[in-house]
């Protein structure tokens, strides 16, 4: 890698599986060795004049995936699953753009919101009061309704059952402190390990 700007070179932090820039950092060779190491992205700060890993206060790190460099050799294209936010202010990006979301996720939020403030009225929130075996159980029967349906040959039957199928599993993915960006990581990496 050639060196340049006082031997920092320009990382572009994307995300591994959207391809969103998240941010732009600088390296050095130590933060660059730190970072494959650790596989966790560190920096060197300008600001701070040391090594600086992010997420390392915040608890918002960047897991690598893979790292890359630009045909001039003076710019490093790093890719990662990141945990929460990745810039300082909140946002998603350093660059204001939103968190990438379709109904699962939302879905997801409105799971997590029954979790977190029950109502009577809610069959979410009653699932979660009946805790991990039941939910658990719910999840099998619904599994195992799909795979009928699916044997029936019945389309419409089938996206039925598909989707109480992950309606349940998102509430067992929460009721055990998880999310669906754990199991989309998961298979980002397995993804990975066989291309």
Same mark, same amino acid.
């Given at each position: 890698m050639n060196q340049k700007s006082n031997n920092l070179i320009p990382a572009i932090i994307q995300h591994a599986e959207t391809n969103q820039v998240l941010m732009l950092g600088y390296m050095n060779d130590e933060s660059l060795a730190k970072t494959k190491k650790?596989?966790?992205?560190?920096f060197y700060s300008r600001s701070k004049q040391?090594?600086?890993t992010k997420g390392e206060t915040s608890g918002n790190f960047l897991n690598v995936v893979s790292i890359? $460099?630009?045909c001039d050799n003076d710019t490093y294209l790093i890719k !990662?699953?990141?945990?929460g936010k990745t810039c300082h202010t909140g946002s998603y990006t350093c660059f204001g753009e939103k968190e990438p979301s379709g109904f699962l996720h939302e879905l997801q939020g !409105?799971?997590?919101s029954r979790k977190d403030n029950p109502s009577e009225k809610s069959y979410t929130t009653e699932l979660f009061s009946k805790g991990t075996k039941k939910i658990a159980q719910k999840v099998g $029967?619904?599994?195992?309704? !799909?795979? #009928?349906?699916a044997m029936d040959g019945k389309k419409d039957l089938l996206i039925e059952e598909s989707?109480? #199928?992950?309606?349940?599993f998102l509430v067992? #993915?929460?009721d055990r402190g998880l999310k669906l960006e754990d199991v989309e990581a998961k298979l980002m990496e397995r993804h990975l390990k066989k291309s």
């Open positions: 650790e596989g966790k992205v560190t040391r090594l600086w890359s $460099e630009d !990662v699953m990141p945990e !409105v799971i997590q $029967e619904e599994a195992t309704e !799909v795979i #009928l349906e989707s109480d #199928l992950l309606y349940h067992l #993915l929460t």
